[in-house]
């Protein structure tokens, strides 16, 4: 069957920490890549050649994409934390048209296209900070969906071709989200990068002291002292912010709203009418991109 272009997920997973040589761990042994990858490193180390090239060593967070063709060997440390997701090609000619003015097309019968034709833009072998958040949260859903079913392997290509548009746009230049409380500190930022990569989880104050590894009251606390609004008034800033920019980008009130952790479109279009005054559909009218 020949579907428009959305990218087939093959597998997904987790870092394999309890399997080593010596002090040395590893997931991937210098075979030929064979699908696309997108690793992303939480926390950890790891060194990677490409084509027995000199190793590069990486250190998290980050998040790296890998092409088919080439043979890459990647070593893990120690406590390293990634999550990966593979895939695939299933149609040609490759037609995705999101909405507004979105479109990736590929034509090659033949073979998967090298990431240049793939996304239309250059993108590097490690993608750029701001869309490290994304693309490990991204990493997470789709481990957690994509060996279900086929509803939700539909829902996880559905997430990885909106990142795929993303990591376009990026690299073309399309505008970013604006940046929450710019003047925090290195370790304030941190908790609201976290915060952002945790919102599909239905993230509320005491999750979010939980994955931050402090107690609640430390955590609004800290929010108080450098950007003048309680935790939970920072959490509610985030995800308005995240909320309009997936909508400007095209993507739907439905995706939209599972993506910032609402368990019901309804409690979110009630939630978000309220904060601007539009409904998602009314506001993605007057300002998508």
């Known amino acids: 069957m020949n579907h428009p272009f959305l990218p087939h997920v093959l597998c997904g997973g987790s870092s394999l920490q309890n399997v080593g040589r010596g002090n040395e761990r590893y997931i991937s042994s210098g075979l030929v890549q064979r699908w696309y990858t997108l690793w992303t490193l939480d926390e950890g180390r790891l060194q990677i050649s490409m084509d027995a090239k000199t190793p590069r060593r990486i250190e998290g967070p980050a998040a790296l994409f890998l092409e088919p063709g080439h043979q890459y060997s990647v070593f893990t440390e120690p406590g390293t934390h990634s999550f990966w997701i593979e895939w695939g090609i299933q149609s040609s000619p490759l037609a995705y048209r999101g909405k507004g003015l979105h479109a990736l097309r590929y034509a090659n019968r033949k073979e998967q296209p090298d990431m240049d034709a793939f996304f239309g ?41 909106d990142w795929i548009l993303d990591v376009r746009d990026h690299y073309q ?24 990569t945790q919102l599909d989880q239905h993230l509320s104050i005491t999750k979010w002291a939980e994955v931050a590894g402090c107690h609640r009251n430390a955590l609004n606390q800290r929010m108080v002292r450098e950007t003048g609004y309680t935790a939970q008034e920072v959490l509610n800033q985030i995800r ?15 995706s939209t709203s599972d993506w910032i952790g609402f368990q019901s479109r309804t409690a979110f279009s009630r939630w978000f009418k309220a904060e601007t005054g539009d409904s998602p559909s009314q506001w993605q009218l007057r300002h998508q991109s």
């Open 173 to 196: 230049g399309a505008p970013s989200p604006p940046t929450l409380f710019p003047d925090v500190s290195p370790e304030t930022r941190h908790l609201l990068d976290l915060a952002v």
């Open 121 to 161: 833009v250059k993108v590097p072998v490690q993608l750029a900070e701001a869309l490290q958040p994304q693309s490990s949260r991204l990493c997470r859903k789709i481990t957690g969906l994509w060996w279900r079913g086929q509803r939700e392997r539909l829902q996880a290509n559905h997430l990885l071709g």
């Open 240 to 254: 308005i912010t995240q909320a309009c920019d997936q909508l400007r980008r095209g993507k739907s009130v439905a």
